[in-house]
């Protein structure tokens, strides 16, 4: 792994959320579905806020459940709000159309840092919890190995934002909170980040993420 010799030496690594930060996020999707199915705005995202750390979701991103068992508790637990929907659908939901903007940034990064990818995801068929399309599998498995490490929810049987997630990943790359930054899409899950020392960003768009990763970095990010 290459680190501590980048522009910035306060930093050894560079730590990338992958869905919502190097993909379109996922809720853009939920959006398009429910308004497809005549689902209420946002019910996805309800449903998931419920039982946040024993919901199906959650059991399903520390590979707790098989994707049939998820299908079948996501469904249940759907049913119990008022709208039948499949586990399944839902699933395929999950990554976005890559962003090239900030893949190109990762790669600038890979350079000067360690770069490491901490994501919640699920055990599909493809590896890496990747999406059932192949082709799309194929798109996301091609960045996932840009990476020098990755870190996986539904392997390592934790999941942001619990604590232990992020220590696990500090422990493994053999650095301090401090010499990280870290990029997210969800603020809850940049709190634990920086009770930990590490310099986080919230990822609302490309454009703005890779203005605040250049400034702290103090290198050039964004494509000519």
């Given at each position: 792994m290459a680190g501590g010799s980048g522009p910035n030496r306060s930093f050894k690594a560079v730590l990338w959320d992958f869905g919502g930060v190097l993909t379109e996020s996922p809720f853009i999707a939920f959006a398009r579905f429910e308004?497809?199915?005549g689902l209420p705005r946002d019910f996805l995202r309800r449903v998931n806020s419920l039982e946040t750390d024993t919901n199906a979701w959650?059991?399903?991103?520390?590979?707790?459940l098989t994707l049939a068992q998820f299908g079948d508790a996501f469904?249940?637990?759907c049913l119990a709000q008022g709208h039948a929907v499949r586990g399944e659908d839902?699933?395929?939901l999950l990554y976005g159309e890559i962003r090239p903007g900030?893949?190109?940034a990762l790669r600038r990064c890979k350079q000067h840092y360690t770069t490491a990818c901490l994501t919640n995801n699920v055990k599909t068929g493809h590896g890496h919890g990747l999406p059932t399309s192949a082709t799309r599998a194929a798109e996301v498995a091609r960045v996932m190995a840009l990476f020098d490490?990755?870190?996986e929810s539904s392997l390592i049987g934790a999941r942001k934002p619990e604590p232990r997630f992020y220590q696990l990943a500090l422990e493994r790359l053999r650095i301090e909170g401090r010499e990280a930054v870290y990029l997210d899409d969800l603020g809850i899950n940049l709190k634990p980040a920086r009770a930990?020392?590490?310099t986080t960003i919230k990822v609302e768009s490309t454009k703005q993420a890779l203005s605040e990763l250049e400034a702290i970095l103090e290198m050039k990010l964004?494509?000519?």
């Open positions: 308004e497809a199915r959650a059991r399903f991103e520390r590979g707790e469904e249940a637990e839902v699933i395929e900030m893949v190109e490490a990755v870190f930990l020392g590490m964004a494509a000519a």
